[in-house]
Antibody
Framework: QVQLVQSESELRKTGASVQLSCKAS????????MTWVRQAPGQGLEWVGW????????VYAQGFTGRFVFSLDTSLSTAYLQIASLKAEDTAVYYC???????????????WGQGTLVTASS | DIQMTQSPSPLSASVGDTVTITCRAS??????LNWYQQIPGKAPKLLIY???NLQSGVPSRFSGSGSGTDFTLTISSLQPEDFATYFC?????????FGQGTKLDI
């Protein structure tokens, strides 16, 4: 069965960097893009962007360019999100999710990881 | 960016009720609209994709409709496990924006 398992919670000082991981299993990793979604405490869902797991090409939402970087290790079926120069407002749960419907254009996020809480504090 | 606005929020209902949640897009998004359910402390779960298609494994009491700018999610015969927050999301154009969420509570 499809599973996305994310790394454990992270506590960092503001200004530091953090790397989150998302390990996929139960399907062929490079046939579905991977997306990242952020949820600040008590808030809604915010799309960070996605990465084509076949080509490695990333697409970032506005507001997530520069400090946010997606990467892959296809040999490990793992996607990564690195956040540099952490700010207090980056404190949130970060979810990875598989993107279904890539070829049809009707993209949806059909399987989700359990989420990683990132806390950035001075 | 395309703005997604949900109503009502919050929404109070009882077990056995039928409820409808509305999502309005700031411009036409054809049928590029998905619905997710989120239980507190858990990841979102895909319910409906492309406005009206039921995701595999989701109970048939969930249904979606609409196109263009106006969409609805209907839950028939509410069950205790349905009390959660529901989000719509457009996948028409980057960035893929979500509605603010509708909390369905007793």
């Amino acid at each position: 069965q499809v599973q996305l398992v994310q790394s454990e919670s992270e506590l960092r000082k503001t200004g530091a960097s953090v790397q989150l991981s998302c390990k996929a299993s139960g399907y062929t990793f490079n046939t579905y893009p991977m997306t990242w979604v952020r949820q600040a405490p008590g808030q809604g869902l915010e799309w960070v962007g996605w990465i084509n797991t076949n080509t490695g090409k990333p697409v970032y939402a506005q507001g997530f360019t520069g400090r946010f970087v997606f990467s892959l290790d296809t040999s490990l079926s793992t996607a990564y999100l690195q956040i540099a120069s952490l700010k207090a407002e980056d404190t949130a749960v970060y979810y990875c999710a598989r993107v279904e419907g890539f070829l049809t254009g009707y993209h949806r996020f059909d399987y989700w990881g359990q989420g990683t809480l990132v806390t950035a504090s001075s | 960016d395309i703005q997604m606005t949900q109503s009502p929020s919050p929404l109070s209902a009882s077990v056995g009720d039928t409820v409808t949640i509305t999502c309005r897009a700031s411009q036409s998004i054809s049928s590029f609209l998905n619905w997710y359910q989120q239980i507190p402390g858990k990841a979102p779960k895909l319910l409906i994709y492309s406005a009206s298609n039921l995701q595999s494994g989701v109970p048939s009491r969930f249904s979606g409709s609409g196109s263009g700018t106006d969409f609805t999610l209907t839950i028939s015969s509410l069950q205790p496990e349905d009390f959660a927050t529901y989000f719509c999301q457009q996948s028409y154009r980057n960035p893929y924006t979500f509605g603010q969420g509708t909390k369905l509570d007793i």
